[in-house]
């Protein structure tokens, strides 16, 4: 992006489970629900107080990995094999303050008017179905303000 350093990447969980999400409206339909949704925001938020900020995306690119193995107890292996004090990493894991972090993640996307996810906003302006089939529209807006 010729140099440019100013862009800024935010991570926000917004669990698609009412279990942990307080701001997850009424009306989301059964099907949207993910079961281990609760799961894998505690892993990450877990792995961030147990190894810092390398270590929450580290376990969070495990996370979009495996999909469909996020038990707890596939979490606490993952921890192990990224050399996460794996006793630490379980403690955080069950800690209140987790817990209060993602609530606090779920109610600031709420502020915003979430609406659908991936939820993107460029330069404080929604950004629409960023997702598109063979058309990457977040390359295409960094494109263009590169060239600002």
Not at 33 to 43: E, G, I, K, L, P
Not at 65 to 80: C, H, L, M, Y
Not at 128 to 143: E, Q
């Amino acid at each position: 992006m010729k140099g440019r350093t100013n862009v800024r990447y935010t991570f926000r969980h917004y669990p698609l489970n009412k279990e942990c999400n307080p701001a997850l409206p009424a009306n989301v339909p059964a099907q949207n629900m993910r079961r281990d949704a609760c799961n894998a925001a505690r892993a990450a938020e877990a792995a961030g107080r147990t190894g810092g900020n390398d270590a929450y995306w580290k376990m969070h690119a495990w996370l979009m990995t495996n999909q469909a193995s996020i038990s707890r107890e596939a979490i606490i292996a993952a921890a192990g094999e990224q050399k996460l004090d794996v006793e630490k990493f379980t403690a955080a894991l069950d800690a209140p303050e987790t817990a209060a972090n993602i609530a606090d993640d779920t109610r600031a996307a709420q502020q915003l008017g979430l609406t659908s996810l991936p939820y993107l906003l460029v330069n404080g302006k929604l950004v629409p179905r960023p997702l598109r089939d063979d058309d990457s529209v977040i390359k295409r807006i960094l494109d263009d303000l590169s060239k600002k």
